[in-house]
Protein backbone atom coordinates (compact mmCIF):
# COMPACT_ATOMS: atom_id res chain seq x y z
CA UNK A 1 0.00 0.00 0.00
CA UNK A 2 1.10 3.55 -1.16
CA UNK A 3 -0.51 6.59 0.95
CA UNK A 4 -0.26 10.03 -0.98
CA UNK A 5 -1.55 12.74 0.98
CA UNK A 6 -2.92 15.76 -0.51
CA UNK A 7 -3.41 12.52 -3.37
CA UNK A 8 -6.39 14.74 -4.90
CA UNK A 9 -4.59 17.94 -5.39
CA UNK A 10 -2.22 19.06 -8.21
CA UNK A 11 1.25 17.18 -7.54
CA UNK A 12 -0.60 14.60 -5.49
CA UNK A 13 -3.20 13.46 -8.19
CA UNK A 14 0.02 13.38 -10.82
CA UNK A 15 1.72 11.11 -8.50
CA UNK A 16 -1.07 8.50 -7.95
CA UNK A 17 -1.49 8.49 -11.76
CA UNK A 18 1.74 7.50 -11.96
CA UNK A 19 1.56 5.18 -9.57
CA UNK A 20 -1.44 3.81 -11.15
CA UNK A 21 0.73 3.71 -14.52
CA UNK A 22 3.63 1.28 -12.98
CA UNK A 23 0.44 -1.52 -11.72
CA UNK A 24 0.83 -0.10 -7.88
CA UNK A 25 -1.84 -2.13 -6.36
CA UNK A 26 -3.63 -0.02 -3.42
CA UNK A 27 -3.03 3.52 -3.71
CA UNK A 28 -4.53 5.78 -1.01
CA UNK A 29 -5.50 8.72 -1.45
CA UNK A 30 -5.70 10.97 2.16
CA UNK A 31 -7.14 14.14 1.17
CA UNK A 32 -9.83 16.80 1.19
CA UNK A 33 -12.39 17.32 -1.36
CA UNK A 34 -14.89 19.49 -0.47
CA UNK A 35 -17.32 20.88 -3.13
CA UNK A 36 -15.27 22.14 -5.77
CA UNK A 37 -13.77 20.01 -9.20
CA UNK A 38 -10.96 18.46 -7.17
CA UNK A 39 -12.43 15.30 -7.19
CA UNK A 40 -12.07 15.21 -10.87
CA UNK A 41 -8.30 15.30 -10.92
CA UNK A 42 -8.90 11.46 -9.21
CA UNK A 43 -11.83 10.24 -11.14
CA UNK A 44 -10.09 8.48 -13.30
CA UNK A 45 -8.08 6.39 -10.89
CA UNK A 46 -8.82 3.31 -9.10
CA UNK A 47 -7.87 3.63 -5.50
CA UNK A 48 -7.95 1.61 -2.10
CA UNK A 49 -9.34 4.31 -0.13
CA UNK A 50 -9.72 7.93 0.05
CA UNK A 51 -9.03 8.99 3.55
CA UNK A 52 -10.32 12.51 5.32
CA UNK A 53 -6.91 13.88 6.89
CA UNK A 54 -8.74 14.00 10.21
CA UNK A 55 -8.92 10.00 10.00
CA UNK A 56 -5.29 9.74 9.03
CA UNK A 57 -3.53 8.62 12.61
CA UNK A 58 -6.77 6.14 12.47
CA UNK A 59 -5.65 4.51 9.64
CA UNK A 60 -2.39 4.39 10.17
CA UNK A 61 -3.37 2.39 12.90
CA UNK A 62 -5.11 0.03 11.47
CA UNK A 63 -2.91 -0.43 8.23
CA UNK A 64 0.57 0.32 9.87
CA UNK A 65 2.03 -3.40 8.45
CA UNK A 66 0.36 -2.56 4.85
CA UNK A 67 1.97 0.58 3.86
CA UNK A 68 5.21 0.46 1.84
CA UNK A 69 5.42 4.18 1.15
CA UNK A 70 3.96 7.91 1.91
CA UNK A 71 4.23 10.58 -0.73
CA UNK A 72 3.43 13.50 1.43
CA UNK A 73 1.88 16.34 -0.61
CA UNK A 74 -0.75 17.34 1.73
CA UNK A 75 -0.04 21.31 2.94
CA UNK A 76 -1.57 24.62 2.95
CA UNK A 77 0.32 25.57 -0.26
CA UNK A 78 -0.90 28.96 -1.05
CA UNK A 79 2.01 31.69 -0.26
CA UNK A 80 -0.82 34.17 0.41
CA UNK A 81 -2.41 32.14 3.43
CA UNK A 82 -1.73 34.33 6.25
CA UNK A 83 -3.23 31.89 9.13
CA UNK A 84 -0.18 30.64 10.39
CA UNK A 85 -1.24 28.78 12.73
CA UNK A 86 -3.13 26.90 10.48
CA UNK A 87 -0.25 26.33 8.46
CA UNK A 88 2.01 25.11 11.09
CA UNK A 89 -0.57 22.64 12.12
CA UNK A 90 -0.78 21.31 8.47
CA UNK A 91 2.60 21.73 7.30
CA UNK A 92 4.70 21.29 10.53
CA UNK A 93 3.17 18.95 12.59
CA UNK A 94 1.49 16.76 11.01
CA UNK A 95 4.66 16.27 8.41
CA UNK A 96 6.67 15.97 12.13
CA UNK A 97 3.91 13.21 13.35
CA UNK A 98 4.60 11.17 9.66
CA UNK A 99 8.05 11.11 9.56
CA UNK A 100 7.93 9.95 13.16
CA UNK A 101 5.92 7.48 12.09
CA UNK A 102 7.82 6.15 8.95
CA UNK A 103 10.92 6.08 11.33
CA UNK A 104 8.58 3.63 13.59
CA UNK A 105 7.19 0.96 11.20
CA UNK A 106 10.16 1.15 8.93
CA UNK A 107 8.27 2.93 5.97
CA UNK A 108 9.83 5.69 3.33
CA UNK A 109 8.52 8.68 3.32
CA UNK A 110 9.01 11.41 0.62
CA UNK A 111 7.89 14.91 1.12
CA UNK A 112 7.18 18.43 -0.46
CA UNK A 113 9.81 21.15 0.70
CA UNK A 114 9.57 24.25 -1.67
CA UNK A 115 11.28 26.79 -3.40
CA UNK A 116 9.89 29.22 -1.44
CA UNK A 117 12.17 28.27 1.54
CA UNK A 118 14.92 30.44 -0.16
CA UNK A 119 13.37 32.89 0.09
CA UNK A 120 14.38 36.03 -1.71
CA UNK A 121 17.13 33.93 -3.38
CA UNK A 122 19.69 36.11 -0.92
CA UNK A 123 21.32 32.93 -0.18
CA UNK A 124 21.17 31.64 -3.32
CA UNK A 125 19.51 28.40 -4.63
CA UNK A 126 21.92 25.57 -3.79
CA UNK A 127 19.86 23.13 -2.02
CA UNK A 128 22.38 22.63 1.08
CA UNK A 129 21.28 20.45 3.73
CA UNK A 130 23.46 21.57 6.59
CA UNK A 131 22.17 23.53 9.39
CA UNK A 132 24.06 26.61 9.37
CA UNK A 133 22.91 27.13 5.88
CA UNK A 134 19.23 26.13 6.41
CA UNK A 135 19.02 28.65 9.67
CA UNK A 136 20.12 31.53 7.17
CA UNK A 137 17.74 31.04 4.83
CA UNK A 138 14.82 33.66 5.11
CA UNK A 139 11.13 32.74 3.43
CA UNK A 140 9.17 35.25 2.60
CA UNK A 141 5.90 34.45 3.34
CA UNK A 142 4.26 31.76 6.13
CA UNK A 143 4.11 28.91 3.68
CA UNK A 144 7.95 29.11 2.87
CA UNK A 145 8.40 29.37 6.31
CA UNK A 146 6.82 26.53 7.50
CA UNK A 147 8.58 24.19 4.94
CA UNK A 148 12.08 25.44 5.98
CA UNK A 149 10.86 24.57 9.38
CA UNK A 150 10.36 21.37 8.48
CA UNK A 151 13.50 21.12 6.46
CA UNK A 152 15.30 22.41 9.58
CA UNK A 153 13.82 20.04 12.13
CA UNK A 154 14.66 16.76 9.61
CA UNK A 155 17.82 17.79 9.49
CA UNK A 156 19.01 18.54 13.14
CA UNK A 157 17.10 14.69 13.74
CA UNK A 158 19.77 13.42 10.86
CA UNK A 159 23.00 15.49 13.21
CA UNK A 160 21.09 13.68 16.24
CA UNK A 161 21.19 10.32 15.12
CA UNK A 162 17.65 9.92 15.48
CA UNK A 163 15.46 7.47 14.35
CA UNK A 164 14.67 8.54 11.12
CA UNK A 165 12.58 6.35 7.69
CA UNK A 166 14.49 3.65 5.56
CA UNK A 167 13.90 6.54 2.72
CA UNK A 168 13.65 9.89 3.25
CA UNK A 169 13.77 12.62 0.67
CA UNK A 170 12.75 16.52 0.75
CA UNK A 171 12.08 17.97 -2.58
CA UNK A 172 12.45 21.61 -2.98
CA UNK A 173 9.84 22.36 -5.91
CA UNK A 174 10.44 25.26 -8.03
CA UNK A 175 7.35 26.62 -10.00
CA UNK A 176 5.51 23.66 -11.14
CA UNK A 177 2.95 23.65 -14.11
CA UNK A 178 0.67 21.26 -15.78
CA UNK A 179 -2.85 19.27 -15.58
CA UNK A 180 -4.65 19.28 -12.68
CA UNK A 181 -4.05 22.26 -11.22
CA UNK A 182 -7.67 23.97 -11.91
CA UNK A 183 -8.74 23.82 -8.69
CA UNK A 184 -6.10 25.87 -7.12
CA UNK A 185 -7.93 29.45 -8.14
CA UNK A 186 -5.38 32.60 -7.99
CA UNK A 187 -2.67 30.00 -7.29
CA UNK A 188 -3.02 28.18 -10.46
CA UNK A 189 -0.01 28.74 -12.96
CA UNK A 190 0.27 31.42 -15.40
CA UNK A 191 0.22 28.75 -18.29
CA UNK A 192 -3.16 28.10 -17.10
CA UNK A 193 -3.91 31.77 -16.68
CA UNK A 194 -3.34 32.59 -19.73
CA UNK A 195 -4.84 30.10 -21.91
CA UNK A 196 -8.43 31.13 -21.81
CA UNK A 197 -7.33 34.89 -22.81
CA UNK A 198 -4.76 33.48 -25.86
CA UNK A 199 -7.72 30.97 -26.98
CA UNK A 200 -10.51 33.40 -27.18
CA UNK A 201 -8.13 35.89 -29.37
CA UNK A 202 -7.50 38.14 -26.19
CA UNK A 203 -4.52 40.01 -24.43
CA UNK A 204 -3.15 38.19 -21.23
CA UNK A 205 -2.09 40.30 -18.24
CA UNK A 206 1.46 40.39 -16.84
CA UNK A 207 2.82 42.21 -13.88
CA UNK A 208 5.09 44.99 -14.50
CA UNK A 209 8.73 45.21 -13.37
CA UNK A 210 9.33 46.95 -10.03
CA UNK A 211 13.26 46.77 -10.34
CA UNK A 212 15.62 48.54 -12.42
CA UNK A 213 17.24 45.09 -13.44
CA UNK A 214 14.39 43.44 -14.93
CA UNK A 215 11.96 44.75 -18.17
CA UNK A 216 8.84 44.17 -17.65
CA UNK A 217 7.73 40.38 -17.75
CA UNK A 218 11.53 39.67 -17.40
CA UNK A 219 10.57 38.53 -14.32
CA UNK A 220 12.89 34.91 -14.02
CA UNK A 221 11.28 31.68 -12.77
CA UNK A 222 12.41 27.84 -12.82
CA UNK A 223 9.36 26.79 -14.40
CA UNK A 224 8.95 22.87 -14.31
CA UNK A 225 6.01 20.49 -16.22
CA UNK A 226 4.70 18.58 -13.46
CA UNK A 227 5.71 15.17 -15.60
CA UNK A 228 9.20 16.11 -14.75
CA UNK A 229 8.28 16.17 -10.85
CA UNK A 230 7.10 13.05 -11.29
CA UNK A 231 9.91 11.15 -13.09
CA UNK A 232 11.88 12.06 -10.47
CA UNK A 233 9.57 10.88 -7.62
CA UNK A 234 9.19 7.24 -9.62
CA UNK A 235 12.95 7.48 -9.65
CA UNK A 236 13.64 7.85 -6.22
CA UNK A 237 10.83 4.83 -5.82
CA UNK A 238 13.20 3.01 -7.67
CA UNK A 239 16.01 3.58 -5.65
CA UNK A 240 15.74 3.43 -2.26
CA UNK A 241 19.21 3.88 -1.25
CA UNK A 242 18.72 7.32 -2.24
CA UNK A 243 18.33 9.67 0.41
CA UNK A 244 18.15 13.79 1.29
CA UNK A 245 16.85 17.37 0.33
CA UNK A 246 17.10 18.29 -3.25
CA UNK A 247 16.06 20.97 -5.54
CA UNK A 248 13.29 20.11 -8.51
CA UNK A 249 13.26 22.58 -11.21
CA UNK A 250 14.88 22.08 -14.48
CA UNK A 251 18.23 24.57 -13.16
CA UNK A 252 17.26 27.04 -16.57
CA UNK A 253 15.49 30.57 -15.46
CA UNK A 254 12.76 31.59 -18.08
CA UNK A 255 10.86 35.07 -17.91
CA UNK A 256 7.24 35.60 -17.74
CA UNK A 257 6.97 36.86 -21.19
CA UNK A 258 8.55 32.97 -22.35
CA UNK A 259 5.98 31.36 -20.51
CA UNK A 260 2.93 33.57 -22.11
CA UNK A 261 4.34 33.59 -25.49
CA UNK A 262 4.60 29.90 -25.43
CA UNK A 263 0.94 29.72 -24.88
CA UNK A 264 -0.20 32.18 -27.15
CA UNK A 265 2.12 29.77 -29.66
CA UNK A 266 0.99 26.22 -28.69
CA UNK A 267 -2.23 27.77 -29.87
CA UNK A 268 -0.47 28.84 -33.41
CA UNK A 269 -1.36 32.62 -32.09
CA UNK A 270 1.29 35.52 -32.00
CA UNK A 271 1.03 36.80 -28.50
CA UNK A 272 -0.79 40.07 -27.39
CA UNK A 273 0.33 40.91 -23.60
CA UNK A 274 -0.58 44.01 -21.85
CA UNK A 275 1.57 44.90 -18.21
CA UNK A 276 -0.09 45.92 -15.15
CA UNK A 277 1.26 47.16 -11.88
CA UNK A 278 2.27 44.32 -9.14
CA UNK A 279 -0.40 44.70 -6.33
CA UNK A 280 1.24 46.53 -3.66
CA UNK A 281 0.94 44.12 -1.38
CA UNK A 282 2.63 41.64 -2.41
CA UNK A 283 5.03 44.13 -4.34
CA UNK A 284 7.84 43.94 -1.35
CA UNK A 285 7.88 40.66 -1.25
CA UNK A 286 7.82 39.22 -4.99
CA UNK A 287 10.82 37.21 -6.03
CA UNK A 288 11.96 38.60 -9.39
CA UNK A 289 14.78 35.68 -9.79
CA UNK A 290 14.40 31.76 -9.67
CA UNK A 291 16.69 29.20 -10.55
CA UNK A 292 17.43 25.24 -9.21
CA UNK A 293 21.01 24.05 -8.92
CA UNK A 294 20.73 20.64 -10.07
CA UNK A 295 23.53 19.14 -8.96
CA UNK A 296 22.79 17.35 -6.07
CA UNK A 297 20.35 15.62 -7.51
CA UNK A 298 22.07 14.77 -10.97
CA UNK A 299 25.00 13.77 -8.60
CA UNK A 300 22.72 10.93 -7.23
CA UNK A 301 22.42 9.37 -10.27
CA UNK A 302 19.82 10.95 -11.57
CA UNK A 303 19.91 11.53 -15.59
CA UNK A 304 16.65 11.81 -17.40
CA UNK A 305 16.45 15.77 -19.33
CA UNK A 306 13.89 17.94 -18.21
CA UNK A 307 11.15 19.39 -20.64
CA UNK A 308 12.20 22.96 -22.45
CA UNK A 309 9.66 25.44 -21.36
CA UNK A 310 7.90 25.57 -24.77
CA UNK A 311 8.00 21.35 -25.20
CA UNK A 312 6.26 21.70 -21.73
CA UNK A 313 4.04 24.78 -22.33
CA UNK A 314 2.98 22.79 -25.49
CA UNK A 315 2.46 19.53 -23.84
CA UNK A 316 0.01 20.86 -21.66
CA UNK A 317 -1.92 23.34 -23.72
CA UNK A 318 -2.71 20.64 -26.79
CA UNK A 319 -2.60 17.88 -24.37
CA UNK A 320 -4.81 18.87 -21.70
CA UNK A 321 -6.28 22.93 -21.51
CA UNK A 322 -7.57 22.43 -24.77
CA UNK A 323 -9.54 19.56 -24.65
CA UNK A 324 -13.18 18.57 -24.02
CA UNK A 325 -11.73 16.93 -20.60
CA UNK A 326 -8.76 18.43 -19.38
CA UNK A 327 -8.19 16.14 -16.85
CA UNK A 328 -5.14 13.44 -16.53
Same mark, same amino acid.
Given at each position: ??????????I????V??? $?AR??A???V??R????V??????K?????I???D??????????G? %???IF??????????T???K??????K????????????? %?????????A?????????????????LA???P?N??G???N????????M?A??????P?? %???????VY????Y?????Q????????????????S???????D?E?G???????Y???C??????????????????C??G????????????Y??LG??P?I $???? #?? $?????????? #????? #??????????A???L $??????? %? #?????R?????
Amino acid at each position: MIIVTGGAGFIGSNIVAAL $EARGAARVVVCDRLRDGVKWRNVAKRELADIVHPDDLDDFLKVHAGE %VSAIFHMGAISSTTETDADKIIDNNFKLSLRLWTWCAAHR %VRFIYASSAATYGDGGEGFVDDFAIDFLAKLRPMNPYGWSKNLFDRRVARMQAAGDACPPQW %VGLKFFNVYGPNEYHKGTMQSVVSHVYPRAKAGETASLFKSHHPDYEDGGQLRDFIYVKDCIDVMMWLLDNPHVNGVFNCGTGKARSFKDLACAVYRALGKEPMI $EYVP #TP $EHIRDKYQYY #TQADM #TRLRAAGYDRAFHTL $EDGVRTY %V #TGFLDREDPFL
